[in-house]
T-cell receptor, first 114, second 114 residues
């Protein structure tokens, strides 16, 4: 079974600064997908960024980037130039290709302070 | 509709009662998922539909939980003889393909069992 671990229950960052959220996972698979989802107080989960395990290049989406270390099974999220609207719960998730059981970590509550 | 719609947004019921939660996925999305999110936790997989059939129901906690999707669009999650431990936010998501992994979530139905 795949497990996803987020070791930081809460994080805070000053507006405009950079913050990194950690995620590790456990799997025996060689190919899979990794995701970071954002859940604001409205409860709706929104995809932030996605990484395919067979791609060595780290995914980037505007201010959001990942540091994917396949051998270490680590998938951290870096948020640059943090904005107040980034305040939310962030969930790391894992999924095998052609498998629809997406596994989520317990989440990290991020607060961006003005 | 433009997004995944879930009703009711909030449901309060008494222990032992029967509850139905509805999910209307994005039009054209063949895959539909139900997750349960307890307070302070990440979403927990319950069941996945591909079209009308339940392709994977391994996450349903017991036989009090059942879900249907008779016409391959709207899905209903049914909980019989509710217990206080069933209190959670029930999230529905849909997706258009198997391999991209991006799930589009609704805002969830918060169930409170008194």
């Amino acid at each position: 079974a795949q497990t996803v671990t987020q070791s930081q229950p809460e994080m805070s960052v000053q507006e405009a600064e950079t913050v990194t959220l950690s995620c590790t996972y456990d799997t025996s698979e060689n190919n899979y997908y990794l995701f970071w989802y954002k859940q604001p107080p409205s409860r709706q989960m929104i995809l932030v960024i996605r990484q395919e395990a067979y791609k060595q290049q780290n995914a980037t989406e505007n201010r959001f980037s990942v540091n994917f270390q396949k051998a270490a099974k680590s998938f951290s999220l870096k948020i640059s130039d943090s904005q107040l609207g980034d305040t939310a719960m962030y969930f790391c998730a894992f999924m095998k290709p052609n498998n629809n059981d997406m596994r989520f970590g317990a989440g990290t509550r991020l607060t961006v302070k003005p | 509709g433009a997004g995944v719609s879930q009703t009711p947004s909030n449901k309060v019921t008494e222990k032992g009662k029967y509850v139905e939660l509805r999910c209307d996925p994005i039009s054209g999305h063949t895959a539909l998922y139900w997750y349960r999110q307890s307070l302070g936790q990440g979403p927990e997989f319950l069941i996945y539909f591909q079209g009308t059939g339940a392709a994977d129901d391994s996450g349903l906690p017991n036989d009090r939980f059942f879900a249907v999707r008779p016409e391959g669009s709207v899905s209903t999650l049914k909980i019989q003889r509710t217990e206080r431990g069933d209190s959670a936010v029930y999230l529905c998501a849909s997706s258009s393909t198997l391999n991209t992994g991006e799930l589009f979530f609704g805002e969830g139905s918060r169930l409170t069992v008194l």
